[in-house]
DNA sequence: TTGACTCAATTACAATTGTACGTCATCATG
DNA sequence: CATGATGACGTACAATTGTAATTGAGTCAA
């Protein structure tokens, strides 16, 4: 198969809403729209035809209301989406997006703690190139 | 004023190259592309042009050349570029996208030590909240 | 001095994206 | 039943993006 194509901004904006609630027809994502988000119900019809199309949820038909459910899982969209990034703004090094976002964003101390236990439990489990 | 667009996806790549160069013509950023990348010598032309007009890069006249050097620094447009991201795919939530990295990239034990002393270096800069 | 080259500048054009409109069917209710 | 709300579905359309062709001036070498 082809890779499948990726996601525009507006349309992950719409598949972070699928995911959230699983399961959820035209009107129930157009309603969990944040507040401000100022776009109309049929666009928001138009996304979600597009990301069944590009393969990325599923949907099935409900009486004669069309529900959406995830069927690329979000993980695997968020490591190409990251992946991509990485490849773009560092050449594809993970290390300089590390670095730079422990520099640049603002972690409590709780969050490095956090991260600290992430990396403890990863030694051991890397290839140790 | 109006905020900076944003970079493109292939204006990005060429960004990258001019940041590198320091200071570039559209011959030596069409030289610098990745080999494999095959892209027409008055494309990359367009693209400086952009950058240009976008506020990212610098042009000067050098004889009758038009030279280009960074205007918007790398880090900005890093830290742009990887806001954006994380508002789009966390919710503007930067440790997710920190567990993502570790879980998911591969890290030798060297970036994990690394790594260990950012997290450490940061203890107490950070606003504990 | 005529090609062969090299650039800048302008223009083009298709694909993708963000956004919405129009039409038609269905349903519930006054 | 007429009417208003709701949705599916198809269509539209401008902006942005990825990519290139065209045109015209300057430079160099034969």
Chains 1, 2 share one sequence.
Do not use: C
């Not at 349309?11 to 809403?17: D, S, V």
């Not at 027809?25 to 019809?45: K, M, N, S, Y």
């Not at 409590?108 to 051991?124: F, K, T, Y």
């Amino acid at each position: 198969m082809p890779p499948r194509p990726g996601l525009s901004k507006a349309e992950l904006e719409i598949a972070r809403i699928v995911w959230e609630l699983k399961d959820a027809g035209v009107r129930q994502v157009f309603e969990a729209l944040p507040p401000g988000r100022d776009i109309d119900f049929t666009t928001v019809q138009t996304y979600l035809r597009r990301l069944e199309e590009k393969g990325y949820l599923n949907a099935r038909l409900e009486g004669r209301n069309r529900v959406y459910s995830p069927k690329v899982r979000p993980s695997t969209v968020i490591r190409e989406t990251v992946g991509e990034m990485v490849d773009l703004l560092f050449g594809g090094d993970t290390m300089p997006l590390m670095k730079h976002l422990v520099e640049d964003r603002k972690f409590s101390s709780n969050d490095i703690e956090q991260l600290r236990q992430l990396l403890d439990r990863l030694e051991g489990g890397g290839d140790g190139k």
